[in-house]
Nanobody, 115 residues
Framework: QVQLVESGGGLVQAGGSLRLACVASGSTFSISTMGWYRQAPGKSRELVAA???????NYADSREGRFTISRDNAKNTVYLQMNSLKPEDTAVYYC?????????WGQGTQVTVSS
């Protein structure tokens, strides 16, 4: 079955950067949309950014400009480069891969931004 493994989370000071990675396995993903979502304590899960199979990107308004999503289809990997991080970016970040065959979530990786 499809599995997603996220990495790259951690503790960073405000203004710092992190790069998240999500490696997908168990299928082919060339037609899949790959994305990152996040969930802060007491809040609903929300879209951070997504990238289609053709490389079209979609960002939540408040993240565009600081965050960049990219994918490497040869490695079945989606990345999220996060710059100028703010304490309000603190959350668990989840990878998602979906197409007509499946809609799969990763386990999540914690990102904590200290002020």
């Amino acid at each position: 079955q499809v599995q997603l493994v996220e990495s790259g989370g951690g503790l960073v000071q405000a203004g710092g950067s992190l790069r998240l990675a999500c490696v997908a396995s168990g299928s082919t993903f060339s037609i899949s949309t790959m994305g990152w979502y996040r969930q802060a304590p007491g809040k609903s899960r929300e879209l951070v950014a997504a990238i289609s199979s053709r490389g079209v990107t979609n960002y939540a308004d408040s993240r565009e400009g600081r965050f960049t999503i990219s994918r490497d289809n040869a490695k079945n990997t989606v990345y999220l480069q996060m710059n100028s991080l703010k304490p309000e970016d603190t959350a668990v970040y989840y990878c998602n891969v979906r197409d007509y065959r499946f809609d799969v979530w990763g386990q999540g990786t914690q990102v904590t931004v200290s002020s």
